[in-house]
C-alpha cells in the first residue's frame, strides 16, 4: 500500500533558545522590565524564522513546527488546553498568567517541576482535578504554523500526545488524571479540524510514554484514543511519534490504528526485528531515529545504512530522522573554533545531526553514489575514535580492579551518628544551605575577564577568595549553622570538576535548556577519567579558616557527573560511572585531611538516569548506589556524609536513597508540600534528612510563617534529631537581595520551632 503524501528527512523536534542564548536573555530582560512583550516575541520569531529556514535549506522535507516555548512544552499544552491551575486566573495578562505558572509570584505558588522520562531537561507538571475545565487554545500552534508556511516551510505541527500529557501531569483533589482522558479528546479532536483547515499535510503527536511500562487498561486507553482520532473525517495525517525506548507492546497496538505514521527511536533499543514483527507497519510511513537525538557523537553511517536497507522491506514507506527532538544537543560544531580536531571530528551537534539525516535519506532513496566523499569522512572519524590512546588509561583500570568490596563499605549509621555529633557539636534542627550561592554580576564579569586575558589568574583567585569570604560573613551574620564557600569559582556543578579531570573536555558554546533560562554546557565525557590534582580543597580550605562553624565539603557525584555530561557510548555506564567515583574519593579524603568535617556528594540526578523499563531498573540502581559508596567510603566514620536530590519523582527509588547510606540527605520537597517524606517513612528511613523548605526556582521571598509551616509538616514525619533545615536547592540563580531575606527568614523559622 502507498502512503498518502510521504516524507522522507525530519527531526522530531529543535531547540529553542537560540545558538547564542538569545531567547534566554531575551525573557530574563522581559522578567526585569527592561523589554516589553512585543520585544520578547520578536525574538521567539527571529529565532523560528532562522531555525526554520536553516532546516529547509538543509535538505529536510518535513519540519517540524509549534516546538518552540518560551518555557517548557508540557506548560504549553496545559495552556493550549485550558490547564492551567485555577491559582493564575485571576493574572489577566496571558504571558505574565504563563510565567506566574512556571515560575510564581510573590502570591502565587509554581507548578512543580521534574524531570523529562530519563533526560536532564525538567518539565513544568500540570494539575489536573475534576474541576479542570479544558477548552481548546490553539492560537499560538496555527500562528506558528502560518509563520512556516509564509516561510515556505514544508510543515508539520507537533502537539504532545494525550495519553502522555495526563500520565504526566499531576492528580488533584483525588483523581487520576488519566480519568480525565473523555474531557479532554474532544479538544484534540477540534485541534486536528483546525489543522487540516490550514493545509497541514501531517501532524505529529507525542507520546514517549508509549515506551513505559504500560499496564493493560492503559493500552486500552491508547488504542481507544488513536482510534477515535484517527477516525475523524477531516484531519491531517498522523504520525505518532514514540522515543527514549522501545515501545514494545505498544507498537503492534498503535499499528492496528488506523493512523498514519510512527517515528520509533533506533537509537535507544528500538530494533528492525521489532518493526518486522508488526506486519501492519507495512501500510505505515515508519520514521526511522537512527541519528541519536540525545547524544553528541556521530552517527554510524554504515551501520545506520544497514538497518534502512532492511526496514524498507517491512514498511510501506521509510524516512529517516533524529530518534528524538535534538532539544537535548546543541546547535552547532560551528562555534567550536578551539576544539581538537580529532575530538571534533567525533563529534555531530544539532546542525550536523540535520547533515546525517539527510546523507542516510539520500543514500537510501538515491544511492551513495554522490555522497561517497562524506561516507568516507564518516568513517575515518570512526576509526580515529576507535584507535586514539586517550581513550585508555590502564593505571586508574588496575586500581579499580584491586578495590575490594570494603572499598563501599562504612560503619553503621548509629555509630557514626554518635561520633559526628560529638565532633560537630550542632543543635536541634540545624539550619544550612544546598551550596551554591548567587552568582552575581561581579563574579561573572570576573569570569569573562580571565577568559578574555583581561585579569590574570592571580587576581581572578583573589576575587574568588573576596566573594567567599562575604558569603562566609553573610552566613555568619544570619546564624546558619552549617556554612558552605558558596561556590562562587565554580561555573557549573559539572562542568567545574570536568574541567580538573582527565577523559573530559568542554565546550565553548555547547549550550542545552534544562528549564525555563536555565542553560548547561554539558561537558563531553570521551575517555578513562582520573583526577589529576585537588580540585576543590583551596577553597573550601580556605572558606574553613573563616569561621569556627563547620564547612561543607561541595562534590559532585559520579552519576549526576555522567547524567549531566555527554557520555561515551563504548563501555557501559556502570565502568565509567567507577571511575569517576574513584576520582571523588579521592577528593574527599583529601578534604578531611584538610580539617573538613563535613562532605556534601550531590546526586540530584539520581532518579534521572532510572531506565524506564521495569526490568533495567534493578540493575541500574545496584551500580549507581554502588559508584556513590565508593566516592563516599574513604573517609573517617566521624565525617559526616551529605548528598543532595532535587526535582524528580522519588517514590520509587526510595529504597536506593536508603541504600546510598548518607549520613544527610537534603530533599527537594517544597513543591511537593513535604510528600516525599511518606515515601521515605515507608522504606524506612532512619537517617539525617533535610527537606527542602522552600522553592528556590522561583523569586519570591518565603515568610517565616510559612517555612514555620512546612517544618512543622515536616516534623510530623521526622524526628527533629533527624531534621534538617534547608531551601530545596543551591541559590546561584537567585539575587543576592531575596536569599539574604529568605535564609533571615529560614534561620528564624528554625529558632522558633526549637
Known sequence: MTVHNPFTATVLGIPRIGPRRELKRATESYWAGRIDAGELH????????????????????????????????????AEMFGALPLRVAGITDPLDRYFAAARGTDEVEPLEMTKWFDTNYHYLVPEIGPGTAFALHPDKLLGELREARELGVPVRPVVIGPLTFLTLSKGIDGISPLDRLNDLLPHYRELLGLLAAEGADWVQIDEPVLVTDLTDAELSLMRRTYAELSGLTRRPAILVATYFGRPGAALPALADMGIEGVALDFASGTTVDDVAAVPALADKLVVAGVVDGRNIWRTDLDGALASLGTLLGSTGALAVSSSSSLLHVPYSLDHE??????????????????????????????????????????????????????????????????????????????????????????????????????????????????????????????????????????????????????????????????????????????????????????????????????????????????????????????????????????????????????????????????????????????????????????????????????????????????????????????????????????????RSHMEVLDDLNAAGFHLGVGPGVYDIHSPRVPSVEEITTSLLAALKAVPAERLWVNPDCGLKTRGPAEVEASLRNLVTAAQAVR
Open 337 to 670: 573554533t578551539e576544539l581538537d580536531p580529532a575530538l571534533r571530528s567525533w563529534l555531530a551537534f544539532g546542525a550536523e545531526k540535520v547533515g546525517e539525516v539527510r546523507l542516510l535519506s539520500t543514500a537510501l532513496h538515491e544511492g551513495t553514489g554522490g555522497i561517497a566523499d562524506e561516507l568516507a569522512a564518516a568513517r575515518a572519524a570512526q576509526a580515529s575514535r576507535t584507535a586514539d590512546p586517550r581513550l585508555r588509561n590502564d593505571a586508574v583500570r588496575a586500581r579499580l580492579s584491586a578495590l575490594g568490596e570494603d572499598a563501599t563499605r562504612r560503619a553503621p549509621a548509629t555509630e557514626r551518628r554518635a561520633l559526628q555529633r560529638e565532633r560537630l557539636q550542632l543543635p536541634l534542627l540545624p539550619t544550612t544551605t544546598i551550596g551554591s550561592y548567587p552568582q552575581t554580576t561581579a563574579i561573572r564579569k570576573a569570569r569573562a575577564e580571565l577568559r578574555k586575558g583581561e585579569i590574570t589568574g592571580e587576581q581572578y583567585h583573589e576575587r574568588m577568595r573576596a566573594e567567599i569570604a562575604d558569603v562566609v560573613a553573610l552566613q555568619e551574620k544570619l546564624g546558619l549553622d552549617v556554612l558552605v564557600h558558596g561556590e562562587p569559582e565554580r561555573n557549573d556543578m559539572v562542568q567545574y570538576f570536568a574541567e580538573q579531570l582527565d577523559g573530559f573536555f568542554a565546550t565553548a558554546n555547547g549550550w542545552v535548556q534544562s528549564y525555563g533560562t536555565r542553560c548547561v554546557r554539558p561537558p563531553i565525557l570521551y575517555g578513562d577519567v582520573v583526577r589529576r590534582a585537588p580540585m576543590t580543597v583551596e577553597w573550601i580550605g580556605y572558606a574553613q579558616s573563616l569561621t569556627a562553624k563547620p564547612v561543607k565539603g561541595m562534590l559532585t557525584g559520579p552519576v549526576t557527573i555522567l547524567a549531566w555530561s555527554f557520555v561515551r557510548d563504548d563501555q557501559p555506564l556502570a565502568d565509567t560511572a567507577r571511575q569517576v567515583a574513584l576520582a571523588i574519593r579521592d577528593e574527599t579524603v583529601d578534604l578531611q585531611s584538610s580539617g573538613i568535617r563535613i562532605v556534601q556528594v550531590d546526586e540530584p540526578a539520581l532518579r534521572e538516569l532510572l531506565p524506564l523499563r521495569a526490568q533495567a531498573k534493578q540493575a541500574y540502581l545496584d551500580w549507581a548506589v554502588t559508584a556513590f559508596r565508593l566516592a563516599t567510603s574513604g573517609v573517617a566514620d566521624a565525617t559526616q556524609i551529605h548528598t543532595h536530590l532535587c526535582y524528580s519523582e522519588f517514590g520509587e527509588i526510595i529504597g536506593a536513597i536508603a541504600d546510598l547510606d548518607a549520613d544527610v540527605t537534603s530533599i527537594e520537597a517544597a
Open 42 to 77: 520578536a525574538v521567539g520569531r527571529e529565532l523560528r524564522s532562522t531555525q526554520l529556514t536553516a532546516l529547509t535549506a538543509a535538505g529536510l522535507d518535513s519540519v517540524p513546527v509549534g516546538t518552540f516555548s518560551y518555557y517548557d512544552q508540557m506548560l504549553d499544552t
